[in-house]
């Protein structure tokens, strides 16, 4: 154990029955679990039971939960409104072979809260959702090529995922006029430009408006489909960040809080594009079979979710976003640890420029301190989180001997 840190020494002290259950699962699953990003050294705590805004781990510690299950819970764990959807829906029934009133509640809600919404298709996830984006835009078009930002995620696809890939080319996420020559270089093989309004696991990091005004005048005028990732920033405002910056895509991919906690991912918008996936006129364009799309189940708790974000939830929200993400700067501005603050609305993250290693110390000393954010140094709020958790979070931060104020050479 050698060169181990204070904070990870804390946390063994306070974990052993986690790290009991992470070498034991690994005996039968790969990295003992079935999620990559959960993993961090020297072991990821496992998560028992969920309240409101707190959790317990394993090991019986409580914690405060600022990720939100990377912005998922929306309102916390276990709101009794969206706990009684989902038993109404269990109770009559956890999958049927045909429609259900469930779908078309939720699709009525989506389409009268996002105006570029026309038409909607659901799905099992986020990574679903992007990955029938990208055949109805190839069918639509008739183009093969896909281009999306550096550092951008759109779910664990091989085309989005994979830099080197033969059908995807990467543009720049902070340069508009770099991003358009290279659209513009391609355009012709180009059936779509997906894009995240604000970067989630890249770090909370929000598109500026130039950006994405020149992405949709240009991909208009070639033709192009522009497809926004909503999976994260849809939380910003009533309806998500394309409301918030005022731009209308072609396409848009939800998930995470859109299913209430369970899985669920939504793909929308023009409605000469989605007709594509329409079966009633003759066999469709394109196919999207599946026993569990548009689970009533899932649909259930996001139509619950969605009822419970109102206009008013999401102003609150961001009121504490903005404040948090303020009382962040201020607190890092006097320490030596040069830091940058990103994120909008209720999203945000703490990004260690000159000592990056440090975030996985911030992380596993918020975690002994009884606070949970990502391991990559982002979180969320909930309308659960209210001012005194707030203060916990912060108070956490000031602990931290390596955070120590500026001048007193504690890194």
Known sequence: MSGITPEELEYRRRTPASERFFLEARRYLPG???????????????????????????????????????????????HPVVLDAVRRQLEAGTCFSGPTEPQLRLARMLCERVPSLDLVRFTNSGTEATLQAIRVARAFTGRRLIA???????????????????????????????????????????AAVLVEPVQGSAGMIPATREYLDRLRETTRQLGVLLVFDEVVSFRIAWGG?????????DLTIFGKLIGGGFPLGVLGGRADVMALFDPSRGPPAVPHPGSYNANPVSLAAGAATLELLTREAIEALNRRGDALREQLRDLFDHTDLRTRITGLGSLFAIHPTEHPELRHRIFLGLYNQGVLIDPRGVGTLSTAIGEEEIARFLEALRTMQFLAPAGSSAL
């Open 241 to 249: 960040a394309q409301e918030f910056y005022g731009i209308t895509p």
């Open 32 to 78: 003992g679990d079935s999620r990559s990003t959960l993993f961090y050294p020297p072991y990821p705590a496992v998560l028992a039971r969920g309240d409101g805004c707190r959790i317990t781990d394993l090991d019986g510690n409580e914690l405060l939960d600022f990720s939100g299950n990377h912005s998922v819970l929306v309102h916390g764990y276990g």
């Open 148 to 190: 999306r930002a550096q550092a951008a995620y759109h779910g664990s696809l091989e085309t989005t995922m994979d830099p080197a890939h033969p059908d995807a080319i990467v543009i720049p996420f902070d340069d508009a006029e770099q991003a358009v020559r290279r659209v513009e270089a391609r355009g012709r093989e180009l």
